[in-house]
């Protein structure tokens, strides 16, 4: 593992010369992933001499920073979790004196995606790098909003649908429950020669996407070019079918040779632990497979989504369909909450996931034995980004 040390919290903030939305990125979330770090300050250089031309301002962060002077994912706890409300208000009450040391970056980091939200001078756009233990190609993961996709679509990376609902309370959330658009970026092996180089490429991207930067600084069709080839072969759309969740009692071992994306057979070998031998179900594709020491994640499992029910989708949320999904057998409006539905497994099986997917629901956890289903609209000063 590489050490990053003597890493500050800012990486840096570039203040361009004509207002537009924040880019906040955040790299090394996870201590034994500087690719990122490397790539936000690449790209901070390049724009700091032309600062004016920028519309809007960038802001980078460093995630874990005792953990990056190790080169370790994490000292005491994955600081990619507990970003959810009930978490967040127990490390607010617990005595400062008593954090782990992920406990006060977690308390840091909050303090600064506080103020960056409140001082900024357009809609944020929150995005967030990572590497992984095995070898891939780049991928996206996001909640499934429209703004949030067309902003993946724009980098042209293939896009995992549905893997924060599989993850509890990664730092997306935090972002995406306030309506700002989210998305995670995984830019290879964590030591691989081009993961620095596909992490900037995705920033370019995203800055050209959203109208802070224009050619001849953004050399769109370059960094385009690197992704195309980084991404040969992989469909541009996924969506997660399983996440094999282990703990340590587990012993669990990844079986040797899967990549990200790796088509799966039906009865492939994919790990052992305790019980013996882990095989697939199903045929599909293998996601993050583990080959490091820590993490609760074994690995997921994806199948492709056809870009055809992409655009249904879209169709049945101009549409406002969602008005009418309470009609349906075994479905209510929670009482308590406008924006939430829950949905009787029993009496709403069959379409319950499928169908609250393509209206633009995600799923929250299961209550009092109903599924519950939050609405993931964009708040409206987010509404014209990827517009330009
Ligand atoms: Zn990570």
């Not at 005491?76 to 005595?95: E, K, V």
């Not at 406990?103 to 909050?110: G, K, P, T, V």
């Not at 944020?124 to 233990?133: E, G, I, P």
């Not at 293998?286 to 249904?312: C, E, K, N, S």
């Amino acid at each position: 593992m590489t050490a990053t040390l003597g890493l500050q919290r800012e990486l840096g903030t570039v203040h361009g010369g004509a207002s537009g939305p924040t880019l906040l990125v955040l790299a090394g979330i996870h201590g034994n992933e500087p690719a990122g770090v490397a790539a936000v300050q690449r790209v901070l250089s390049a724009l700091r001499p032309v600062a004016q031309h920028l519309r809007g301002d960038v802001v980078a962060l460093a995630g874990n920073l005792p953990a990056l002077a190790e080169g370790r994912r994490f000292l005491a706890r994955d600081l990619n979790r507990g970003w959810l409300p009930q978490s967040l208000a127990t490390l607010q009450a617990q005595a400062p004196a008593t954090d782990s040391p992920e406990d006060a970056q977690q308390r840091e980091l909050l303090a600064r995606f506080d103020e960056v939200v409140r001082t900024a001078r357009g809609p944020v756009v929150f995005v967030d790098l990572h590497t992984s233990s095995a070898d891939g190609p780049p991928f996206l993961c996001l909640a499934d909003t429209i703004d949030n996709r067309d902003l993946g679509l724009a980098t042209g990376v293939p896009i995992i649908l549905g893997i924060e609902e599989t993850i509890d309370g990664a730092s997306l959330e935090w972002f995406s429950s306030r309506g700002i658009v989210a998305i995670a970026v995984e830019g290879g092996r964590h030591q691989h020669p081009d993961t620095v180089g596909n992490h900037e490429a995705v920033l370019w991207l995203v800055l050209g996407h959203l109208g802070m930067v224009g050619e001849p600084l953004l050399q769109r069709d370059l960094h385009r070019g690197h992704l195309r080839r980084a991404t040969a072969g992989v469909p541009p759309i996924v969506e997660i079918a399983h996440r094999h969740a282990i703990t340590a009692a587990d012993r669990f071992v990844m079986a040797a040779g899967w990549n990200n994306f790796q088509p799966v057979r039906k009865g492939d070998l994919l790990a052992h632990d305790k019980d013996g031998e882990i095989r697939a179900g199903y045929a599909c594709r293998m996601l993050l497979p583990l080959y490091q020491a820590l993490g609760d994640d074994g690995y997921f499992l994806a199948r492709p989504v056809a870009r055809f029910w992409l655009g249904v989708a879209r169709w049945l949320r101009r549409l406002r369909f969602d008005c009418v999904v309470t009609w349906l057998p075994g479905v209510r409006r929670d009482p308590h909450d406008a924006l939430t539905i829950l949905a009787n497994p029993i009496v709403a099986r069959w379409f319950v996931t499928e169908i609250f997917h393509l209206l633009g629901f995600r799923r929250l956890r299961q209550r009092d034995g109903k599924l519950a289903f939050s609405r993931r609209w964009s708040r409206p000063e987010n509404a014209r980004l990827g517009r330009q």
